[in-house]
């Protein structure tokens, strides 16, 4: 096996992130290989999401690197973030972010689109994902007439729309009733256990206990633990 295939799929080293004169990251070095489920956890205001936006290029480091599979994410233009988060990561969020205007299938169609795949083909693929979760009996429907479980099932699809190396997820059962959040917890378990690299942010001990391989706290913008996360 090769250097480039032992490397991790995320990197980081040194980052600290200040907002005028407060301190969120305090020098986070973290790395992540593939196939890991990774959950960082630990109070409000400790980091965590800071921590979640810097790995997904949402927001840049005040001092130290981002890598992901070998890129540099500071050396990155606007322009190539863009790109870089639609090919590279998938991200789910707590509150969704569906466009209300748009039926399932073309919600979960559209990162394809941006970057190329013409319509036909992304709504093939849409529509097949769709079915892998679970959902396929809602691709004519909207957003608004779906539950929170249907509608974190439609986010899981749209985020894995490109095949990304990464999937990140911030609080992904967070607004979720006790069973929809199961079900939400068992669909990451499945796509770890298939391969897929998952970084979660959560308050959701049991979601990190049944889903990560590995569980990390961070707090005051740094880790202060981080351990193998225990078998159920």
Known sequence: ????????????????????????LAGIDLAVAAGEAVAVMGPSGSGKSTLLNMIAGLDRPT?????VLGEELGALSETALARYRRRRVGMVFQFFHLLDDL??????????????VNRRAARERAAGLLDELGVAGRARAYPSVLSGGERQRVGVARA?????ALLLA????????????EQVTDLLLDLNQIGQTLLLVTHDRALAERVATRVITVTDG??????TAVAP
Not at 1 to 24: F, H, I, Q, W
Not at 63 to 67: C, D, K, N, Q
Not at 222 to 227: C, G, Y
């Open 1 to 24: 096996m090769t250097e480039s295939e032992n490397a991790p799929v995320v990197r980081l080293a040194g980052v600290r992130k200040e907002y005028g004169g407060t301190v969120a």
């Open 63 to 67: 001092a130290g690197t981002v890598a």
């Open 103 to 116: 039926p399932v299938l073309d919600n979960v169609a559209l990162p394809a689109q941006l970057v190329g």
């Open 160 to 164: 894995l729309m490109n095949r990304p």
């Open 170 to 181: 911030d609080e992904p059962t967070g607004a979720l009733d006790s069973a929809s959040g």
């Open 222 to 227: 740094r880790i202060t633990a981080d351990r």
